[in-house]
């Protein structure tokens, strides 16, 4: 009884996969039969008894419960990588429907859906893992096209009027739809005043990967709440998401040192797209270039550079 | 067996670069000893309705010769490579959407179709395209003694009598796609097999190598 119970003992705690076998066979001697009659192990979930082996059938630690419940813990407490470490990126489930563990944010840049393929989970895009108690788990990648992605606030380019929509660029691989009443306050005998060629700030309410994105310039109570055509003066230009999430995190140290050098407004798309506006032409430029060069930059080096800046136009 | 041994597979000095282009949605250089070539990534992006896909995404490969303009010989290899991206990408995850590959040929001194294979690998890896593995791509050539040289020159794959390319995957090392010219032997081609996995661990090592680094700037 010691010996199974041993070799089931040396393998607790650690990773079994799929065709990992235990032999119950026991070497010829008179005490063989009796001694597997008398053993009674309970094989939980993953395991499977074959005669006289028990074969893993699922990728997972094993695990013991006294005194003899055996079974694989495969669920994703613990992270089994198929490949790679921390620098190639998290697969999405082929058909995309099924076992879809919403990592929330969801546009592909920054945050991956995380599905199961059968007990594996894959990597699909290169970047750094990241997580978030308690089982959170996703890909932080610089990625510069955006897809879009529901509930995200993005900047968009207003194309055509056609009927009672707008067609809004958003840099997506299609164009988005916005209908003229997700405004606030707008009827249909009180259209808005939206141009071609104007910029709206807007949110997703259906955006995924079968069908046109929609955008609305209104939240679900009806109001605006910051939303809608602008960007009457001022410069739009576009960055990679990587710094536009760090530009939206809530203590952005970026938006904090740049307060410091002058006023100016700022809109910042999830597409990727910024808008500034500072008091003069050249402030609004001088903004603007900042921020594209501080991407690759650590904290110190632009924490210098602003301050560079900061002295040179005073 | 003795050859096996004796070619060792040695490739010649290989460099890579990502994100150097600032149009393109990914983009990289990929350089094997005198043959440098360019990509870029365009992607999920509009496509015409006639190419659109209803479930899945439209890969468009270019090869751009360094001079004149791409013939029969560019379009054989636009297709081994779309192939190959066709076999790592995740294409269902956006339908009819066009994943477009433009690839510039800046030098060519021999291993041409692994350079490309190389380039587009790493390009589509900077554009955050979701892939399942990652790809990379061997040349051998054989020459007339049998012997087999692994990542050969022009002046190499001149005197050579059988050129092979093989595109190898990064999970399971199998082979993705196959270009072969020349004549050679049931045996010599399966010791070439061998030679490209064996020699395709330390492109992928590469990879991870590079894409850590870059990374580790942001951290």
Same mark, same amino acid.
């Given at each position: 009884?010691?010996?199974?119970? @041993? ?9 079994l ?13 008179? !005490? ?13 979930p993953g ?11 699922k990728s997972g630690i ?9 079974w694989i813990d495969s669920q994703q407490r613990r992270?089994v ?27 592909? @840049? ?6 199961f393929?059968?007990e594996e ?62 405004? !606030? ?102 903004? @603007? ?26 | ?11 010649? !000095? ?104 190389? @380039? ?36 190499? !794959? ?62």
């Amino acid at each position: 009884m010691d010996t199974v119970h @041993a070799r089931f003992k040396e393998k607790i705690g650690e990773v079994l996969l799929p065709g990992d076998v235990f032999s119950f066979r026991l070497p010829e001697d008179g !005490e063989g039969d009796a001694n597997i009659k008398t053993e009674k192990i309970i094989c939980g979930p993953g395991l499977r008894r074959n005669g006289e082996e028990v074969q893993v059938c699922k990728s997972g630690i094993l695990r013991h419960k006294q005194p003899n419940l055996y079974w694989i813990d495969s669920q994703q407490r613990r992270y089994v990588p198929a490949k790679g470490e921390s620098v190639i990126g998290i697969v999405i489930a082929k058909s995309g429907d099924i076992f879809k563990v919403d990592v929330g944010g969801s546009e592909q @840049a920054s945050l991956s859906y995380l599905a199961f393929e059968g007990e594996e989970v894959q990597v699909c895009k290169s970047g750094i893992l990241r997580h978030k108690q308690p089982n959170l788990y996703w890909i932080d990648s610089q990625q510069r096209r955006y897809v879009p992605a529901k509930g995200e606030s993005v900047i968009g380019i207003v194309i055509a009027k056609s009927g009672d929509i707008f067609k809004v660029d958003v840099g997506g691989s299609e164009q988005a739809s916005l209908s003229y009443l997700a405004f !606030e306050g707008a009827t249909k005998r009180n259209r808005p005043n939206v141009q071609v060629g104007d910029l709206v700030y807007s949110q997703f309410t259906i955006a995924n990967k079968d069908m046109e994105p929609e955008l609305v310039c209104i939240d679900s109570c009806g109001r605006a709440n910051g939303m809608g055509v602008f960007g009457a003066e001022g410069l739009l230009f576009k960055v990679s998401l990587g710094l536009v999430r760090r530009l939206l995190a809530p203590q952005s140290e970026i938006v904090k040192d740049l307060e410091k050098i002058f006023p100016f407004e700022l809109v910042v798309g999830m597409n990727g797209r910024v808008w500034v506006k500072a008091k003069t032409v050249q402030q609004t430029l001088i903004v @603007a270039n900042l921020l594209e060069t501080c991407e690759n930059m650590t904290s110190q080096q632009r924490q210098t550079l602003f301050r560079r800046v900061a002295e040179g136009s005073l | 067996m003795m050859e096996l041994e004796q070619s060792c597979s040695v490739l010649r !000095e290989f460099g890579s670069e990502q994100s150097l282009l600032s149009r393109p949605d990914g983009s990289s250089t990929f350089v094997q000893g005198d043959t440098s070539i360019l990509a870029g990534v365009y992607g999920p992006a509009e496509v015409k309705v006639s190419k659109e896909i209803y479930d899945r995404a439209t890969v468009e490969v270019l090869i751009q010769p360094k001079m004149g303009l791409p013939s029969v010989r560019e379009r054989a290899r636009e297709q081994c490579v779309r192939e190959t991206c066709e076999a790592a990408l995740l294409l269902t995850l956006h339908p009819r959407s066009s994943l477009t590959v433009i690839l510039q040929v800046v030098h060519d001194d021999g291993s041409l179709l692994s350079c490309c294979l190389n @380039a587009a690998c790493m390009a589509l890896m900077d554009a955050g395209l979701p892939m399942s593995l990652l790809f990379c791509g061997v040349t051998c050539a054989i020459s007339k003694e049998g012997q087999i040289i692994t990542d050969p020159s022009a002046q190499q !794959e001149k005197e050579s009598r059988a050129l092979l390319t093989f595109a190898i995957d990064s999970v399971e090392r199998s082979v993705l796609m196959s270009s072969t010219s020349g004549s050679f032997s049931v045996h010599e081609l399966q010791q070439c097999i061998a030679v490209s996995q064996k020699a395709s661990q330390q492109i992928f090592q590469f990879y991870r190598d590079s894409v850590k680094r870059r990374y580790s700037k942001i951290q």
